[in-house]
């Protein structure tokens, strides 16, 4: 059975900073490319950051240099840093693992990220 578990997200003040988790189990985690996406109400989900196989790395143009995502084969883990927070980031923020040429795609649940002015 896949699982896909986010993990991380709360309430924090303009300016600071939180970690994502997102854990996958029952798949083989390093064949997977590995994307961050979030989506406030009313709105599309739109890609946050996206860490392939290979571990190439894109970023929405909103992120400005201001989150980081890694990933850690080992440990099914992948990891989005977000520092310099904005109350427009606000948003539930979802995990989608991905598996290049194949129809396998798997998401979380999603966790809320807040963030207050």
């Known amino acids: 059975q896949v699982r896909v578990v986010e993990s991380g997200g709360g309430t924090v003040q303009s300016g600071g900073s939180l970690r994502l988790s997102c854990t996958a189990s029952?798949?083989?985690?390093?064949?997977?490319?590995m994307i961050w996406y979030r989506q406030t109400p009313g709105n599309e989900r739109e890609l946050v950051a996206s860490?392939?196989?290979?571990?190439?790395?894109r970023y929405g143009g909103f992120v400005e240099g201001r989150f980081t995502i890694s990933r850690d084969n080992t440990k099914s883990t992948m990891y989005l840093q977000m520092d310099s927070l904005k109350p427009e980031d606000t948003a539930v923020y979802y995990c989608?693992?991905?598996?290049?040429?194949?129809?396998?795609?798997?998401w979380g649940q999603g966790t809320q990220v807040t963030v207050s002015s």
């Open positions: 989608n693992a991905n598996r290049p040429f194949t129809d396998q795609s798997y």
């Open positions: 029952g798949i083989p985690f390093s064949q997977y490319a």
């Open positions: 860490i392939s196989i290979g571990s190439n790395i």
